[in-house]
């Protein structure tokens, strides 16, 4: 039925039929429509754009000025980078143009079950995570989507399950997608440079419950709970959930059945805890045998730049959190590694994205003090009554490499996005380990 869906509606738009975006998933959307047969006018906003040499063939158009002419088209793939709120794109949608994204061509292609995990903070440890389990019960997973390999690009005939990390940009032009099971793992904040308001922001995530089979949400983040009726399961740290943590035995559960002892985790933290006990949420909800996904969690070392312990100088923890964009993703991190430091130092800043940083003062007590950097360093100066503003990170290492002492933390998280400063986040973290590996 699915295919039938997706074959007539790229057979009605054959002819008028454009691909916005030319990025990691925007190539992808080409390749799976040239693979198909079909032949789509290219777009981009960039003025120049480096084409693969299998799209040498077909029409290009370069420019904001060029995004004029998308209304003439009846069907848009639109790249996740690119806003469906940008005025060509509404220009189009009212002239009667389709617009999806990859994850809808997608959603009507693939043949097996499909688990997808959005939210602010932890998408990618719990997806690339549940890959792992998945591997270890004997299954042929395909892992990515916005880690990784495009979701399109992972599509064949001999797959068990497909586990999809999806950014609120993906879902903003996803419809009919089924998963066996789905999650919002939490919200906060993030990309207000993009949506209208937070309430709309949210709504966007909620779209990945629409027609899934099993719910899975965070007990400790009212803002995951579905709205809609449907088999559901919960995880959490601090309150009463299916899947939860026994802090005074360090144990994790499912109910009162022991799943894994936290000490037998790689990752620390109480917030990758929670992390753990998402994806065994999902396993299950997915058929998967969990004593085999509780020895994939025992081998799971995280993913770089997400809390990473880079090294230990004179007993003084060196962590890159370089991933961390938002006040969500640092507020956690505090949370879940300021228990085990004598003090935490905190280096942050960055581009804010036009959030509000202001819980980040709730949390003062847990943080000796901040070091801010980038862009937006100015936003930190009355969120903590110990505040260092400096130019780079470099001059942050240097200062918290003066005043941490032994027992205490040094953490990354900065808190905004990179690009004030670097490629991406990747490239601040990569910066950070060259820098304390120099220490």
């Known amino acids: 039925m699915k295919q039938v869906l997706l074959n007539n509606l790229l057979a009605k738009n054959q002819h008028s039929l454009a691909v916005l975006g030319l990025g990691l998933t925007g190539a992808s959307c080409v390749r799976f429509l040239l693979s198909k047969g079909l032949q789509a006018t290219l777009f981009d906003s960039r003025e120049q754009v480096t084409v693969p040499s299998d799209f040498s063939h077909l029409n290009l158009h370069l420019g904001e000025q060029a995004l004029t002419k998308l209304k003439e088209f009846s069907l848009i793939v639109l790249s996740p980078g690119f806003p469906r709120a940008h005025p060509m794109v509404q220009a189009a949608i009212a002239a009667g143009s389709k617009v999806v994204g990859d994850i809808e061509l997608f959603a009507l292609e693939a043949n097996a079950p499909v688990v997808a995990i959005t939210g602010s903070n932890g998408k990618s440890t719990v997806t690339s995570l549940l890959g792992e389990m998945a591997k270890a019960c004997g299954k042929n997973v395909a892992v990515g989507g916005n880690i990784g390999v495009p979701a399109l690009d992972l599509l064949a005939t001999n797959i068990d399950l497909y586990v999809l990390e999806l950014s609120s940009f993906q879902l903003e032009s996803t419809e009919s997608l089924h998963c066996v099971a789905a999650t919002v793992l939490n919200l906060s904040e993030d990309h ?183 862009k937006d360093k100015t936003l930190f100066e009355k969120l903590h009554p110990e505040v260092k503003l400096v130019e780079h990170l470099a001059d942050a290492v240097a200062y918290c490499k003066t005043k941490a002492q032994a027992g205490d933390y040094v953490l990354l998280s900065p808190c905004c996005a990179s690009l004030d400063m670097y490629k991406n986040y990747m490239a601040r973290g990569e910066h950070f380990q060259e820098l304390v590996g120099q220490l």
């Open 192 to 374: 207000m440079d993009r949506y209208p308001s937070y309430d709309a922001y949210c709504e966007t995530k909620h779209k990945i419950y629409k027609h899934a089979i099993n719910c899975i949400y965070n007990a400790d983040d009212a803002l995951t709970y579905p709205k809609i009726t449907a088999s559901k399961a919960s995880f959490g740290i601090h309150s009463s959930a299916d899947f939860n943590y026994e802090a005074n035995s360090n144990n994790l559960c499912q109910n009162d059945k022991l799943l894994v002892n936290s000490c037998d985790l790689a990752m620390v933290g109480e917030h990758n805890y929670a992390n753990v006990l998402a994806a065994f949420a999902l396993a299950n909800a997915s058929g998967l045998n969990l004593e085999g996904c509780a020895q994939a969690a025992k081998n799971y070392q995280g993913l770089e730049h997400r809390c990473q312990l880079l090294r230990r100088i004179d007993d003084v923890a060196w962590i890159n959190d370089s991933k961390a964009t938002n006040l969500g993703a640092t507020l956690a991190a505090i949370d879940g590694l300021s228990s085990s430091a004598k003090h935490l130092w905190l280096i942050a800043g960055g581009d804010s994205k036009n959030a509000d940083l202001s819980s980040l003062s709730n949390v003062q007590q847990k943080i000796t003090g901040i070091v801010a950097f980038g």
